[in-house]
RNA sequence: GGCCCCAUCGUCUAGAGGCCCAGGACAUCACCCUCUCAAGGUGGAGACACGGGUUCGAAUCCCGUUGGGGCUGCCA
């Protein structure tokens, strides 16, 4: 008999999506697909005061971008409160809870009295309290050891008496994290429960509940947490990891969910860049590494170029449209287009992220990034290069990239100079920048008008 | 403090007793190629935290130490 295989990946919606939670939704989803089950969106939205509908849209965006669709959901447990209510007080009717009305002041005092040890003590265990507002629900625990059986940490064991009476109802009735999220697990017949390593301690509490009820508990694995350059876990308010950042930054979804796939989990061989089917046939979850991982942006910038640069060209056209568009001189005309055509092969293979388009592109839409004439610093040389060269190029009407090469290899000749140093003064007069993409291809672009107008100018600043 | 987890180059990792005086990738350095940049090529530097065991033999197993991390909330 075999159980069906379900996952589910269950964000809490009380800041931006950051990349961690990314990691923990992409590996629940390369389970789900490898072994063909579904993959469920969960929002764990039980704490009202943190809660926002617009982090719950964020991190619905986020999948949707980086490619990691579920099958149902999202369901939120803020529709499912009478559910908890009802199933804490079946733990309530069967002796295996009971009510509390300590107050978090009387339980310090009571701690500090005993000796230091912080924790509830277990005062309201056996005295019967009935259910009234503000009176807590807390589970009773029993006494022995709890096990809980880990696919990346192995058997896990913690003794009991180092677990406290945790509460299952808060005062007003609404459920806590643990409750919540073990009736969820249950209702919805979740096969493994993937999640960040943070989560360990509290999954003897859901073991505990699961015994409880004599429901057959899930497969667990706690993954090692993301930390940042200082060593400790990625904070929401701490580090800007922000998965829409990364977006906006002209990140790519497949570079970003390689990367993020060798966060931790390695499939051997030397294997790096895998594709999202590649990913599902050799990910395995018994291979995920056990220790913290430093996420760094630098590697992942070189997934990217690598992505980058294997689109093909008009996939990669059509990822840059948004960040040209940001510009006023982009009007994304025929004549645009053609001259991005033209250039876009050449630029694909330049950058690592994709608004870096805009300053490898820039000068062949707009006047406005040329040098003032008072801003060159020409040396003579320089001068003497711009002058013959345009000599050269003056009488060429086969204004192309071939011609205009082998004009440029003749000048070097002919001053008997390095080509690197002919093309430096060319490209500032011509882009007004330092490198770019080569230089006889823009020139085509610019053609011939253009390309003389702006040499001509470049020179004029000898005095 | 208590409970729990972890420990290979700066970083991500390979390594599941001999194949390892430890391999790959990013970053870094040098050189080559080259119209700049990028890419590519070649080479360099760079790690098994420490101490005990077990074993003919340990990065790999056990114990301890040290270090780091997570949790410790009527947050998730």
Redesign the pocket.
């Known amino acids: 008999m075999t159980q069906e295989i379900r996952l589910r990946f ?3 919606p ?1 800041g931006y999506f950051h990349v961690g939670g990314a990691r923990t939704a992409l590996y629940n989803w390369l389970i789900a697909k490898k072994q063909g089950g579904s993959f469920i969106l969960r929002i ?4 009202e ?3 926002r509908q617009e982090w719950t849209d964020g991190i619905i965006a986020a999948l949707d971008w980086l490619g990691i669709d579920f099958d149902e959901g999202p369901y939120f ?1 803020s529709q499912r409160k009478d559910r908890y209510f009802q199933q804490a007080r079946e733990f309530y009717e069967k002796g295996l809870a009971y009510y ?5 002041d009387q ?1 310090d005092e009571r701690a500090k009295m005993r000796g ?5 003590d277990g005062f309201c265990r056996d005295r019967a309290l009935s259910s009234e507002p ?3 629900l807390r589970f009773k625990v029993p006494p022995g050891d709890t096990v809980v059986n ?1 696919v ?8 009991n008496s ?3 009476d ?2 299952l ?4 009735g ?5 409750l ?2 073990f009736v969820d697990d249950v209702d919805l017949k979740i096969s493994h429960v993937i999640r ?7 999954t ?1 509490k859901a073991v505990l509940l699961y015994e409880a009820l004599g429901v057959q508990s899930p497969i667990f694995a ?1 993954l ?2 993301l ?1 940042n ?5 990625l ?1 929401k308010r701490r580090d800007r990891v922000a998965v829409e950042d990364f977006r906006d930054q002209g990140f790519l979804p497949e570079a970003m969910v390689n990367y993020l796939a ?9 294997l ?1 860049f895998l594709d999202r089917q590649e990913l599902i046939d050799l990910f395995d979850l ?11 942006v ?2 992942m ?3 990217n ?2 992505y980058m ?1 294997s689109l093909n060209v008009n996939d990669f056209i059509g990822r840059c449209l948004g960040v040209l568009e940001a510009n006023s001189w982009w009007t994304g005309d025929e004549s645009q287009m053609a001259s991005f055509h033209v250039i876009a092969p ?1 630029v694909q ?4 992220l994709l608004d870096e388009v805009v300053e490898m592109v820039d000068f062949l839409f707009t006047d406005s990034v040329l040098l003032e004439v008072e801003q060159y610093n020409f040396s003579d040389i320089d001068l003497d290069v711009l002058s013959k060269f345009l000599v050269k190029i003056e009488g060429e009407d086969n204004f192309t ?1 071939d011609r205009l ?1 082998e004009h ?2 003749s000048l ?1 000749e002919d001053l008997g100079l ?3 140093k ?3 003064p ?2 500032l007069s011509l882009t007004g ?9 823009a020139m085509e672009i610019l053609g011939k008008e253009r390309s003389l107008n702006r040499i001509r100018n470049a020179v004029a600043s000898r005095h």
């Open positions: 269950a964000p809490s009380t764990d939205d039980t704490d005061l943190r809660n447990q509390c009305n300590c107050t978090r339980i230091g040890q912080p924790g509830y503000g009176y807590a880990d990346v940490r192995g058997t896990v064991t913690f003794a180092t677990i406290e945790f509460i109802l808060k005062g007003n609404a459920a806590l994290y643990v919540a999220n960040a390593e943070e989560h360990l301690p509290t003897p706690h090692p947490v930390v350059e200082k060593r400790v876990k904070s060798l966060l931790g989990w390695s499939p051997g061989d030397d790096e018994s291979k995920v590494s056990k220790s913290p991982a430093f996420f760094d630098v590697k910038k070189h997934f170029k690598h640069a050449f293979e330049r950058i690592a990239r090469e440029f290899r070097g390095a080509l690197r002919l093309q430096a060319i490209r920048k330092k490198v770019g993409p080569p230089l006889f291809v």
